[in-house]
């Protein structure tokens, strides 16, 4: 039995561990509220949609892969599957992302995960020093540089979102 207020729950232990191993530096901010989407992530922390990075799993041909996405993008499957070639790729449930990541749907961090996956990361991060993805629970957010991302996830950087923006 788990006793204590300064006990954190296992999936923020394995983002620090995680964080830890790859020798990056992270700041995890939990807030009183589940911040489940990009705009409710935003709005707590006071930054534009786009700093938010959405970690998204899909299944390539049946292999698990995890798309770390600018939250003004949408991932884009068909520039997925040609890059991974591995088949249809297809968005994974709420149960089959807490299986792959330990993370539930809507608190996923882009590290950590509990099993190795194939990490892809939206180019257009790039374009901030730093932005804010799940902490591994719903309440928390973490905050990466954004050169580190490669780094603490495996991933590299690929074009793998069509922009949502209009004009």
């Known amino acids: 039995m788990i006793t204590g207020a300064q006990m954190e729950p296992e999936p923020l232990v394995r983002v620090r561990a995680a964080l830890q191993a790859a020798g990056v530096e992270g700041e995890i901010r939990l807030f009183a509220d ?19 990075a959405k970690s998204i799993l899909l299944f390539a041909g049946g292999e698990p892969v995890l798309v ?4 003004d993008q949408r991932v884009d499957r068909q ?8 088949g249809k ?10 299986a792959v990541t330990g993370f539930v749907a809507g608190g ?3 590290v950590g995960l509990l099993r190795p996956v194939t990490v892809l990361l939206d180019e257009t991060l790039q374009r901030f ?18 050169e580190d ?19």
């Open 129 to 146: 020093p730093d932005i804010w993805a799940g902490g591994g629970v719903p309440e928390a957010l973490l905050r990466l540089r954004v």
């Open 68 to 71: 770390v996405a600018a939250g």
């Open 108 to 110: 996923v961090a882009p």
């Open 34 to 52: 589940h911040l489940t989407t990009v705009s409710a992530a935003a709005e707590a922390l006071g930054v534009e949609p786009s700093r938010i």
């Open 79 to 86: 520039k997925v599957k040609a890059l991974l070639d591995r």
């Open 149 to 167: 991302l490669p780094r603490a996830t495996g991933g590299v950087f690929a074009d793998v979102a069509q922009s949502v923006e209009r004009g």
């Open 89 to 98: 790729v297809t968005l994974a449930g709420p149960d089959e992302v807490l």
